[in-house]
């Protein structure tokens, strides 16, 4: 079973900010956070990952919560491109365990 | 980050028979994985390819159904042996580069398989 809970849908107006949820009160001490998105019919995209501290880097931000059960990830200025499915996952060790992701729809 | 490929992109299977998925990175990584992705669903990590020596394999999945090849540090093959309407799925092979100071997955576009 996923360790992450994520809304199912979310949507967003184009060149608007992003903020997409994740849940992980279960996490354990060395597990990081990674974020990945899977557009259509593509194999899925690394975004960004993080332990405790918030990250940031040229595609989004990541905001960890002080007791690691959570965290958002954000995409500053949304784009019809960013319209996938966003996955929360976490991982130590090389392993990766998937969350069953939320589905963002970019609307113009 | 690495680059990864696979072939075949896609395949129509007949039940009964096997398909061999292979994996290329076009750089050395410490560990590849394999994970197959049924329709409208999330991402299932199927096995561990390790390099010299038997996969890894994750509960549910076994050696006989799902038997993996690591011949080198950029190359692996993932078969699906006598097939059923019910491995029609993605698969897709992932693989964390060497060097790089962390375990972040890279991912090839995968491999849509149907069986009739």
């Known amino acids: 079973?996923?360790?992450?809970?994520?809304?199912?849908?979310?949507?967003?107006?184009?060149?608007r900010a992003a903020n997409l949820p994740c849940n992980h009160s279960t996490i354990s001490g060395n597990e990081y956070v990674y974020w990945y998105r899977q557009i259509h019919s593509q194999g899925p995209q690394y975004i960004i990952h993080g332990?405790?501290?918030?990250?940031?880097?040229?595609?989004?931000?990541?905001?960890?919560?002080?007791?690691?059960?959570?965290?958002?990830?954000?995409?500053?200025?949304?784009?019809?491109?960013?319209t996938a499915v966003y996955y929360c996952n976490l991982g130590s060790q090389g392993n990766l365990i998937f969350g069953k992701g939320t589905k963002l729809s970019v609307k113009p | 980050s690495a680059v990864i490929s696979q072939k075949p992109s896609r395949d129509i299977c007949q039940r009964?028979?096997?398909?061999?998925i292979q994996c290329?990175?076009?750089?050395?990584?410490?560990?590849?994985f394999w994970y197959r992705q049924q329709?409208?669903?999330?991402?299932?990590?199927i096995a561990t390819a390790n390099q010299g020596s038997e996969a890894t394999y994750e509960s549910g999945f076994v050696i006989d159904k799902f038997p993996i090849s690591r011949p080198n540090l950029?190359?692996?093959?993932?078969?699906?042996?006598?097939?059923?309407p019910e491995d029609s799925s993605i698969y897709l092979c992932s693989a964390t580069p060497s060097g790089g100071g962390t375990d972040t997955q890279y991912f090839g576009p995968g491999t849509r398989l149907t069986v009739l």
């Open chain 1, 1 to 15: 079973d996923a360790k992450t809970t994520q809304p199912p849908s979310m949507d967003c107006a184009e060149g």
């Open chain 1, 51 to 82: 332990l405790k501290n918030n990250e940031t880097n040229e595609m989004a931000s990541l905001i960890i919560t002080e007791d690691r059960k959570s965290s958002t990830l954000i995409l500053p200025h949304a784009t019809l491109r960013d």
């Open chain 2, 16 to 20: 009964g028979t096997s398909l061999t």
């Open chain 2, 24 to 32: 290329q990175v076009d750089s050395q990584v410490t560990m590849m």
């Open chain 2, 39 to 45: 329709p409208g669903q999330s991402l299932t990590l």
């Open chain 2, 74 to 84: 950029t190359f692996s093959t993932l078969t699906v042996s006598n097939m059923s």
